[in-house]
């Protein structure tokens, strides 16, 4: 008995189950009157997700629609899972940007690091969560798709309290 | 040569005998300590102009340069001493001033020594207010790029173009904070050597065209390497990405090219990438060459070559290895060894004796010439009828067969990384590895054994043609082949008296002199 484990009296003789049957469909039809509902009507209704929920990635864009990446080759780099694949090369104006930037999102574990890293604010995981595709290939975001996302992003820290105090 | 007098000093708490004469910086480096510097380089002569070595040297009224200040008996140093550190953060921090935050777009980031030791030893953040200084970017002319806003004013790159190059094309113009490496009215960074500014630059200021925005340090992968453009040996390191070579930098010894490398040696790696590559034993089946796998293609030429007389065409740019198992394929077969070398300009360096880009642009000539090769404008002309022509090509060797003395060989063999087009009719092909997929040695002008590593996978099913050589003669009768580069090497140095009692452990990765050959600064006089 040392830690306070309780221990019923076991019945020694048949009881009828009528009064617990009773008592369990009470709870129920209460539930059926009662106004206050619990059960969300996703996928209509959606529960309000964290501002820090890390979910699929999203390249945002200057003000000319370019994305932001400057392939500095930071997020391959700290990347735990691999997952992204870099190549730089130069635009026409002999900026560096990415030639290909792809993210396999399968591969991906949603640390949020190439979000942290990033000295452009360039990518960014979003906060969303329903992905689906007809094949694994689709999993595999482009620059194009990646810029092409509309979710929100998430917010590492809350801007009131950076320090998470 | 006198004796040289040793000095004992203490720096950091380490004992350290050095010859007198040394600067602190240089004894602090055999003690194992680094100081950090910018504008000092074991190659150059000391400018002291960027204050970053500053030490506290203990009785001394100031902090003292390490690199311009000759240790002195009984001195102690401290390089980490709190006076010390508080002054090289201050340096940082003014060199900070208006050098540019734009590490995400700089080729330099991950070997930036500016990066390091701020990382190490500078603020963590900046206090300047006002907007920094912009200066547009300037073509320097061949392979440099000079982005004037991340320079730093070390004036390595002016030094190396006064003091070694020798053609003074660089200075610092302007003045006080004004002040950029400029040009001379005119004049360019096309001299033969001008890439080594580009190593030389502690910062991102000056950068390779070729390389720019193509991948990052942190990325490449890098092999101690030997440069095969051309006879001189220069010791590279070959940097690859993803397989693929990217970048060949120098890679210091002071026997051969000390830091240096010339740009053609350093701008010519794109063969090494090929695509078009040999990957599996081809042997003639008709009029067609079908793959094969080796042990058939290997067979079928040995059968070619039983009883026939071997006529090898080699390429100077094989290792000694390579060349050695081919010598004996031709003792064997009472045949005759030939190369051609491709040639062009001679470029020498004017600081560093005996150091130049070669005429002869192929790495391994005098192996070829050692083992017995012997050189000729048309090596085909040897060649009589029911001989078997072995071209064993991986690059270096201008190659024009004539179809008549093509017609005059029984057969021919073609032991090559590429099918050359004129080779066409070839009746057995073994695919073979280039430099950089390979362990072997070279061996340069001046008759120095040097040893490279292999870089990159090699293509297909492709070999080193020592392995295939050594397969072929077993299957013409000889002992079994090699496992092993360093084998090849073992038994080639107890056969040949002038590697005697080399091995590959022995000659390390700065390689060693053959039995009998002069010292390089003995050759020129």
Redesign the interface.
């Known amino acids: 008995m040392a830690i306070g484990v309780k221990v019923l009296d076991r019945p020694t003789e048949q009881v009828s189950y009528v009064r617990a049957m009773l008592s369990g469909m009470a709870l129920t039809f209460k539930h059926m009157i009662d106004p206050h509902k619990v059960t969300v009507q996703y996928p209509e209704e959606k529960w309000p997700i964290s501002p820090r929920w890390r979910g699929t990635h999203r390249m945002l864009t200057d003000e000319t629609g370019k994305s932001k990446c400057?392939?500095?080759?930071?997020c391959p780099?700290i990347c735990p899972a691999n997952c992204i694949k870099l190549v730089?090369?130069?635009d026409e104006e002999g900026?560096?940007y990415p030639l290909i930037y792809e993210i396999d999102e399968f591969r991906c574990i949603f640390c949020g690091y190439c979000q942290e890293v990033c000295?452009?604010e360039a990518i960014h995981v979003g906060r969303h969560y329903e992905n689906s595709e007809y094949s694994r290939a689709g999993f595999v975001y482009d620059l194009e798709r990646l810029t092409a996302q509309t979710h929100p992003v998430c917010e590492m820290w809350d801007p009131d309290d950076p320090k998470g105090e | 040569m006198g004796e040289t007098q040793m000095v004992t000093l203490t720096i950091e708490g380490r004992k350290v005998s050095v010859a007198s004469g040394t600067s602190i910086l240089e004894a602090a480096k055999a003690a194992g300590v680094l100081v950090p510097h910018y504008c000092y380089h074991p190659g150059l002569p000391v400018a002291g102009v960027c204050r970053m070595c500053l030490v506290e040297v203990e009785k001394a009224p100031k902090l003292a340069p390490a690199c311009a200040s000759a240790v002195a008996e009984g001195q102690v140093v401290h390089v980490h001493s709190e006076k010390a550190l508080e002054a090289r953060k201050g340096v940082l921090e003014f060199l900070l001033i208006n050098h540019p935050l734009d590490?995400?777009?700089c080729d330099q980031?991950g070997e930036c020594e500016l990066q390091d030791y701020t990382y190490r030893e500078g603020r963590s953040e900046g206090r300047l207010q006002e907007p920094k200084r912009f200066n547009p970017m300037e073509d320097f002319g061949g392979d440099v790029l000079y982005v004037t806003n991340r320079c730093i004013l070390c004036t390595r790159c002016v030094r190396f173009m006064d003091d070694v190059a020798g053609e003074p094309v660089l200075n610092v113009s302007e003045r006080g904070d004004r002040a950029i490496i400029g040009k001379f009215e005119g004049a360019d960074l096309t001299h033969a050597w001008a890439g080594n500014v580009i190593d030389l630059c502690p910062v991102g200021a000056l950068v390779s065209k070729d390389f720019?925005?193509?991948?990052?340090a942190?990325?490449l992968d890098r092999t101690p390497s030997i440069c095969p453009n051309c006879t001189q040996g220069c010791n590279s390191i070959v940097e690859t990405r993803d397989n693929f070579v990217v970048r060949t930098r120098a890679r210091p010894n002071d026997e051969v090219n000390k830091y240096y490398m010339c740009d053609h040696g350093r701008l010519n790696y794109r063969w090494m990438n090929e695509q078009n590559r040999l990957e599996a034993p081809l042997v003639r089946q008709g009029e067609r060459l079908v793959a094969a796998d080796w042990s058939t293609a290997v067979d079928h030429a040995a059968k070619l070559l039983n009883g026939k007389r071997a006529v090898v065409l080699a390429s100077p740019m094989l290792s000694n290895e390579s060349l050695w198992m081919l010598s004996k394929l031709i003792r064997k077969t009472g045949g005759l060894g030939l190369f051609t070398v491709e040639t062009g300009p001679e470029a020498p360096l004017l600081g560093v004796p005996d150091l130049a880009l070669r005429a002869e642009r192929a790495a391994n000539v005098r192996g070829a010439e050692m083992f017995g090769f012997e050189r000729s404008s048309s090596p085909l002309d040897g060649i009589q009828s029911g001989d078997v022509l072995v071209i064993a090509d991986v690059g270096g060797m201008p190659l024009e067969i004539d179809p008549s003395a093509l017609a005059r060989a029984s057969a021919s063999i073609v032991i090559g990384t590429t099918l050359p087009e004129d080779a066409r009719s070839a009746t057995v092909v073994l695919p073979v590895t280039n430099v950089t997929e390979e362990e072997g040695t070279f061996t340069n002008v001046h008759g120095r054994v040097q040893r490279y590593l292999q870089a990159r996978a090699a293509p297909g099913m492709a070999r080193p043609a020592w392995w295939a050589l050594g397969d072929l003669l077993e299957a013409m009768g000889d002992a079994a082949g090699y496992f092993l580069a360093s084998e090849v090497f073992t038994a080639l140095a107890g056969a040949s008296p002038e590697f005697a009692g080399m091995s590959y452990e022995s000659l390390g990765l700065k390689g060693a002199r053959l039995q009998g050959s002069r010292q390089p600064a003995e050759t020129t006089g």
């Open positions: 400057v392939a500095c080759g930071l780099q730089p090369g130069e900026n560096r000295p452009e | 590490c995400p777009i980031a720019l925005n193509k991948a990052r942190w990325e």
